[in-house]
């Protein structure tokens, strides 16, 4: 592995890649600690370190996730890649509901530059929406730290929260262009890579903030779970259930086709970290509603949902979590794959799996296997996400554990990825890769 590494190095275009790869990353990091203009930066800071040892930013956790920390900086990049996530995945359903969009996705290449600019546009609105809401929450006192009573606008006039909105809506346009600079001209999805960028610049913190509270004996064991929960994530992640499939030859003319045998590789975990990213959003709704009411509203609705869906140690949180993840495994994977369709196909071209007759028995016998093995994966999905909660109960961390939930699942998927496209292109120049 590390003969083929510095391989990787020696090759002149490939070293260029990676230069930039990473070049990109250090500037997106850079721009995570910028302070949007307006901002009081001094008294985010004290917020900050008066709120490190408490979970009073636990209901923004997923935001300022991947946002590398930026969010509750408050800086030019507060929104982080988010809004762009949310416009794919809202595009992605879209696909499903409106027959044009399906008709664009059956065109090739055309019709996907066309969704990627109604990405581009629908992240841009959603980058508005955030901004302003942030911008407002912002405002008031105790709502972006709840423990912090410190003003960290001082001129909040219109301007001013304008050039604000603005500001951190143009940071978002910025990272997705970066991001798209990187997908073509660096090593890697430039999306993923960026996300990957901001997970990981938060381990060495949040690390570090275990071992100050907890000691060295907790600092190692912690590191050795994670460990053993990355090499599980690897694993389950590289699994996959490959359905045999053998095509008929057929004579065209004086040539022969078919008669081969291939399979349809059908992965343990095919929705990847979007049912988490779902369920996670969703409860984060109905606390983000109650914040509305105020601190110190007495509503019995607000109470309850301060009480029982705020903070991710409480049963009723981790069942609802739990229960939301798989869900919304088998909702995405009903959506994205589709039974009847590759039945079709592998009809259409001569296609059948031994044992089964092509057509309907085949979409059947397919969603048989396939409703089986995404039950694994949504019970995986769900033991891996409850990893941050658990350990915030036994260990007494925080709600951004490091090692579990959307963090890890990320940081493990975006590398394998990488590592494969870095071991393909060695393989091109006819060189040993990554993995023998």
Same mark, same amino acid.
């Given at each position: 592995? @590390?003969? !083929?590494?510095?391989?990787? $190095?020696?090759?002149?275009? *490939?070293?260029?890649?990676?230069? &930039?790869?990473?070049? #990109? =990353?250090?500037?997106?990091?850079?721009?995570?600690?910028?302070?949007?203009?307006?901002?009081?930066?001094?008294?985010?800071?004290?917020?900050?370190?008066?709120?490190?040892?408490?979970?009073?930013?636990? @209901?923004? !956790?997923?935001?300022?996730? $991947?946002?590398?920390?930026? *969010?509750?900086?408050?800086?030019? &990049?507060?929104?982080? #890649? =988010?809004?762009?996530?949310?416009?794919?995945?809202?595009?992605?359903?879209?696909?499903?509901?409106?027959?044009?969009?399906?008709?664009?996705?059956?065109?090739?290449?055309?019709?996907?530059?066309?969704?990627?600019?109604?990405?581009?546009?629908?992240?841009?609105?959603?980058?508005?929406?955030?901004?302003?809401?942030?911008?407002?929450?912002?405002?008031?006192?105790?709502?972006?730290?709840?423990?912090?009573?410190?003003?960290?606008?001082?001129?909040?006039?219109?301007?001013?929260?304008?050039?604000?909105?603005?500001?951190?809506?143009?940071?978002?346009?910025?990272?997705?262009?970066?991001?798209?600079?990187?997908?073509?001209?660096?090593?890697?999805?430039?999306?993923?890579?960026?996300?990957?960028?901001?997970?990981?610049?938060?381990?060495?913190?949040?690390?570090?903030?275990?071992?100050?509270?907890?000691?060295?004996?907790?600092?190692?064991?912690?590191?050795?779970?994670?460990?053993?929960?990355?090499?599980?994530?690897?694993?389950?992640?590289?699994?996959?259930?490959?359905?045999?499939?053998?095509?008929?030859?057929?004579?065209?003319?004086?040539?022969?086709?078919?008669?081969?045998?291939?399979?349809?590789?059908?992965?343990?975990?095919?929705?990847?970290?979007?049912?988490?990213?779902?369920?996670?959003?969703?409860?984060?709704?109905?606390?983000?509603?109650?914040?509305?009411?105020?601190?110190?509203?007495?509503?019995?609705?607000?109470?309850?949902?301060?009480?029982?869906?705020?903070?991710?140690?409480?049963?009723?949180?981790?069942?609802?979590?739990?229960?939301?993840?798989?869900?919304?495994?088998?909702?995405?994977?009903?959506?994205?794959?589709?039974?009847?369709?590759?039945?079709?196909?592998?009809?259409?071209?001569?296609?059948?799996?031994?044992?089964?007759?092509?057509?309907?028995?085949?979409?059947?016998?397919?969603?048989?296997?396939?409703?089986?093995?995404?039950?694994?994966?949504?019970?995986?999905?769900?033991?891996?996400?409850?990893?941050?909660?658990?350990?915030?109960?036994?260990?007494?961390?925080?709600?951004?554990?490091?090692?579990?939930?959307?963090?890890?699942?990320?940081?493990?998927?975006?590398?394998?990825?990488?590592?494969?496209?870095?071991?393909?292109?060695?393989?091109?120049?006819?060189?040993?890769?990554?993995?023998?």
């Amino acid at each position: 592995m @590390l003969t !083929a590494f510095f391989r990787a $190095f020696r090759t002149p275009d *490939l070293r260029r890649k990676i230069f &930039f790869t990473v070049a #990109i =990353m250090a500037l997106f990091r850079f721009g995570s600690y910028i302070p949007t203009p307006g901002i009081d930066y001094a008294a985010v800071q004290r917020c900050i370190d008066l709120s490190s040892n408490s979970d009073s930013t636990g @209901l923004y !956790a997923l935001v300022n996730l $991947f946002s590398g920390g930026a *969010l509750l900086q408050l800086s030019i &990049f507060a929104l982080g #890649i =988010m809004p762009y996530i949310t416009a794919s995945i809202i595009i992605q359903l879209l696909t499903v509901v409106i027959p044009r969009f399906e008709a664009l996705k059956e065109e090739g290449q055309s019709g996907t530059a066309k969704l990627t600019q109604y990405t581009r546009y629908l992240t841009i609105g959603l980058a508005v929406l955030q901004s302003t809401t942030y911008v407002a929450i912002s405002r008031t006192q105790g709502g972006l730290f709840t423990n912090c009573s410190e003003t960290l606008i001082p001129n909040d006039s219109l301007f001013t929260l304008g050039v604000m909105v603005l500001t951190m809506t143009a940071g978002t346009g910025l990272i997705m262009w970066l991001g798209e600079l990187v997908t073509e001209k660096g090593i890697g999805n430039g999306m993923s890579l960026l996300i990957f960028t901001s997970i990981a610049a938060s381990f060495p913190s949040a690390l570090w903030t275990i071992k100050t509270q907890r000691g060295f004996n907790t600092f190692f064991l912690v590191i050795a779970i994670g460990l053993l929960i990355m090499a599980a994530v690897i694993f389950v992640e590289q699994s996959q259930r490959r359905i045999p499939v053998q095509y008929a030859k057929r004579q065209v003319g004086r040539r022969a086709y078919g008669g081969t045998t291939t399979y349809i590789p059908i992965k343990v975990n095919m929705a990847g970290v979007i049912p988490v990213i779902f369920a996670s959003s969703l409860l984060y709704l109905p606390a983000l509603i109650a914040q509305f009411q105020g601190q110190n509203s007495t509503a019995g609705w607000v109470t309850w949902i301060n009480d029982h869906l705020v903070r991710g140690d409480h049963p009723i949180y981790i069942t609802a979590y739990f229960v939301l993840i798989v869900f919304f495994t088998y909702f995405y994977v009903a959506i994205t794959f589709n039974p009847d369709e590759v039945a079709e196909n592998m009809k259409k071209y001569g296609g059948f799996i031994p044992g089964i007759r092509a057509g309907r028995p085949t979409a059947d016998y397919l969603e048989y296997v396939l409703s089986r093995i995404t039950l694994a994966g949504a019970l995986y999905l769900g033991m891996v996400a409850l990893v941050p909660l658990i350990a915030l109960i036994l260990v007494d961390a925080n709600q951004n554990f490091p090692f579990g939930g959307t963090s890890i699942l990320i940081v493990v998927g975006v590398g394998l990825e990488t590592v494969k496209q870095i071991e393909s292109q060695l393989q091109q120049r006819h060189y040993e890769g990554f993995l023998r």
